[in-house]
């Protein structure tokens, strides 16, 4: 089965052209980072106006680039939660129009979903159950992937997402928006030791995170160094941050997966390009015998392919929406129960 897959949650506009749940024929991308560096993130309006500018266009291209007619698309995909909602609802009405000219089934996808089905295309052999850690600019989260569209959330981020966390950091050390690539680039010069960062623990529940409190002991470390007009060794702290978020990270979903019986953990999200994170938890992974899935790169951040891939689970789920499909800016990635399977 041949879905047409569109995700606009942010500031990248994403078509692609996915068969069976596996397999990815096309995957058209136009990034607005440029657009937004100039603002030190992401602007909402800015966002939503580009996605309808491009999506149309896009569209044409990613069915062109699979080499196959619109007559064979069988369903359209479209992330309708979580996000920014202007961009979400450009998404998602482009969606409906295109699935009611093509008569074909509408399915909504939910983002986080998308993130830990990036990991179906890359491996082939992967399937549940198996636990799940996605990070990225919106959202931190341990989730038991039991089945396909049988997900349930272990522990997440008590405040801000472990990517806001990183881009907020790399702007405080005058790095720039998208802050992640670049921080990961500056820290590997650095001593990963030479900056005592916290690691908060939530009493109660092991598997939940906080990083507010690290992105703030950065900014506090760097506004000290400027106000005593003291040199800051930028690369080490870099090294030092990258490594506490490590710390948050690995070793709950370490814990999670030894208390749910999960030999296989999957990793997801724009922060799963960070190379610090992607070595520590391979090895807490080969130390434990268990198997480790990371997506490439390009299919860490948002894309479009992987929303193809987990909409041809929920289509078999029996998942589909009408021309009143919404979209909505917070939803748990294990109850989006504002839709119902047929």
């Known amino acids: 089965m041949l879905i047409l897959a569109i995700e606009t949650s942010c500031d990248e506009t994403a078509v692609a052209v996915v068969k ?16 937004h560096s100039v603002y030190g993130g992401v602007v909402p309006e800015i966002a939503s106006r580009n996605h309808a500018a491009a999506i149309g266009q896009l569209a044409q291209l990613a069915v062109k680039n699979a080499g196959v007619a619109k007559e064979d698309i069988g369903a359209i995909a479209v992330t309708y939660a979580p996000g920014l909602i202007g961009a979400l609802l450009v998404g998602v009405s482009f969606a409906k129009g295109l699935a009611m000219a093509l008569g074909v089934p509408l399915i909504p996808v939910h983002h986080i979903r998308g993130h830990i089905a990036a990991n179906y295309v890359a491996y082939p052999e992967l399937e549940p159950p198996f636990l799940s850690v996605v990070v990225s600019g919106g959202n931190s989260l341990i989730a038991d992937v039991r089945g396909y569209t049988d997900i349930r959330i272990l522990g997440r981020s008590r405040d801000d997402a472990a990517g806001e966390c990183f881009d907020k950091a790399a702007r405080v050390l005058g790095l720039g928006y998208p802050g992640g690539p ?7 010069g650095g001593d990963d030791k030479a900056f005592a960062l916290p690691r908060p623990v939530i ?21 000290g160094a400027q106000q005593r007009g003291e040199q800051l060794d ?20 370490m814990a999670a997966a030894h208390e749910c019986g999960r030999d296989k953990i999957a990793i997801a999200g724009g922060v799963a390009a960070n190379s610090r994170i992607r070595v520590d938890f391979l090895r807490a992974a ?3 015998g268990l198997s480790l899935f990371i997506p490439p790169l390009d299919l860490c951040g948002d894309n479009a ?32 129960a504002r839709i119902r399977p047929l």
């Open 305 to 336: 392919v992987m929303i193809g891939c987990q909409g041809y689970y929920e289509y078999l789920a029996g998942v589909r929406a009408g021309p009143d499909l919404n979209a909505y800016a917070t939803m748990d990635a294990d109850a989006p």
């Open 286 to 288: 080969e130390q434990r």
């Open 234 to 253: 930028k690369a080490s702290l870099a090294a030092s941050f990258a490594v506490a978020v490590s710390d948050i990270l690995v070793p709950r979903v």
């Open 20 to 35: 069976d749940g596996r397999e990815a024929l096309s995957g058209e991308l136009l990034s607005q980072a440029d657009m």
């Open 203 to 223: 009493a109660g529940h092991p598997y939940d995170m906080s990083f507010s409190g690290l992105k703030t002991a950065v900014v506090n470390i760097v506004h």
């Open 182 to 188: 670049a921080l990961d680039k500056l820290a590997q």
